[in-house]
């Protein structure tokens, strides 16, 4: 099943409810359920801001000014004392005690659907084997029944295939409109008139089930259960970016960074999964012009989320991953472009109780070679689940074979 951004109905919506669970994190929304306090001690939730085209390293988070190959952005410094970052990220520039870059990612997909699916998976794609994004991996792991919202949700997503090993509520839920995130949820009739419809179809259930016992009809009655819950929860108040301030929509920036702002009113209410998608960065001609427009979107919305999740006492105990498929080459091409490089490239994770501000591997000059510290996919796997407190050696069966969250991966030691 791929995860795709059409639009999602109230059916489809109430389908999650049968399982849709999730830890609670510290905020307003987790009041409302009269939660405690979540523990500082590892990440609760993850946000995954996915750059799809591959974007470029040179031109973001490893800069090599002065070189052939680093074409015609600046370096400016940030807030940390020796990380150099593009002149186009100043927000981000400003938050970057909070998070750390990792300079030395290496991978061998060079295939956009296959760097994708590896970069969400931490496995190289096998036909028959449907590993578990790591999505649906925090979802399974960090769920709990109670909890009435999707617990993997997806906002503009690319399309990847999924996998259902752990069950449909673990799937991710997609977004495609942000100011209207669940079209048709509402009951159109009042609350005493759709209790009566609910009475009725809870009796005609119960007269169907007479004679027909077994797990299916429970879930039958789970699910219509979960679902009235869903429509009365005062949790869906997550999904209504509208309630911002004026002030913090603006300061968010457009799409994507409307996508970041529901991202944090999620994780808010308690969603242990959120992705946001920012595409377009599959730049083989004209690089730099698309970079800078698309560096615009992203430091007002990975800027702003980072500074909130910060002074909301978020950052703590939620997870903010950047990351794409690859990275592009050190060589300019005759079109202004870079091709795909997976040779060494970067990624950026912080919050959770991953410390901010470190510089993980250095590559050389012209940014062609890891001068230090490879990092193999499978270690920033392992770093990932070991900070959402998952153990990144445990087995999951799939087609018969025993699958490991991340194969042979070990957390890396800087960031621990």
Not at 108 to 122: D, I, P, S, W
Not at 283 to 301: C, K, P, W, Y
Request: net charge neutral; hydrophobic share 40%.
């Amino acid at each position: 099943m791929a995860c795709t951004c059409e639009g999602w109905n109230r059916r489809t919506f109430l389908t999650f409810a049968v399982g849709g669970t999730a830890g609670m994190a510290l905020a307003p929304w987790a009041r409302l359920l009269g939660q405690e306090t979540a523990s500082r001690a590892r990440a609760k939730s993850c946000i995954l801001l996915w750059m799809g085209g591959g974007p470029s390293q040179l031109d973001t988070w490893d800069p090599k000014p002065g070189q052939k190959t680093g074409g015609e952005f600046k370096a400016v410094e940030t807030a940390v004392r020796g990380m150099r970052i593009s002149e186009h990220l100043p927000r981000l520039a400003e938050q970057s005690r909070h998070f750390s870059i990792i300079r030395t990612l290496t991978t061998m997909e060079a295939a956009h659907e296959r760097g994708t699916y590896l970069m969400h998976t931490g496995y190289a794609p096998i036909a028959g084997l449907p590993f578990a994004p790591l999505g649906t991996v925090v979802s399974h792991e960090l769920s709990r029944q109670d909890f009435p919202l999707p617990t993997f949700v997806a906002l503009a997503p690319p399309d990847v295939p999924q996998s259902a090993i752990f069950g449909d509520a673990h799937l991710p839920f997609a977004v495609r409109d942000v100011n209207n995130p669940i079209p048709n949820l509402r009951s159109l009739v009042d609350a005493g008139r759709d209790r009566e419809r609910a009475e009725l179809l809870q009796a005609q259930d119960a007269s169907f089930e007479e004679g027909r016992g077994g797990r299916e009809m429970e879930r039958r009655g789970e699910a219509a259960k979960k679902a009235q819950e869903l429509m009365t929860t005062p949790l869906l108040k997550a999904f209504e970016v509208n309630r911002e301030p004026d002030a913090v929509r603006k300061a968010y920036g457009g799409g994507f960074g409307q996508n970041c702002l529901l991202a944090r009113r999620l994780v808010e209410a308690g969603v242990p999964f959120v992705e946001v998608g920012l595409g377009g960065w599959d730049t083989h001609d004209n690089n730099f012009d698309q970079v800078r427009r698309l560096s615009e979107q992203l430091d007002a919305g990975m800027g702003t989320l980072v500074k909130e999740l910060a002074e909301r006492d978020l950052l703590s105990h939620t997870m903010v991953l950047w990351a794409g498929e690859f990275g592009r080459t050190p060589m300019i091409t005759e079109s202004n472009g870079r091709d795909h490089w997976t040779r060494c490239w970067s990624v950026v994770l912080g919050g959770g109780g991953i410390p901010g501000g470190r510089v993980v591997g250095e590559t050389d000059k012209q940014g062609m070679d890891i001068a230090s510290r490879p990092v193999p996919v499978q270690d920033f796997f392992a770093t990932v689940y070991s900070a959402m407190g998952i153990d990144p050696e445990k087995k999951y069966v799939l087609s018969g074979r025993q699958v490991r969250y991340a194969f042979n991966g070990k957390p890396i030691k800087e960031l621990t």
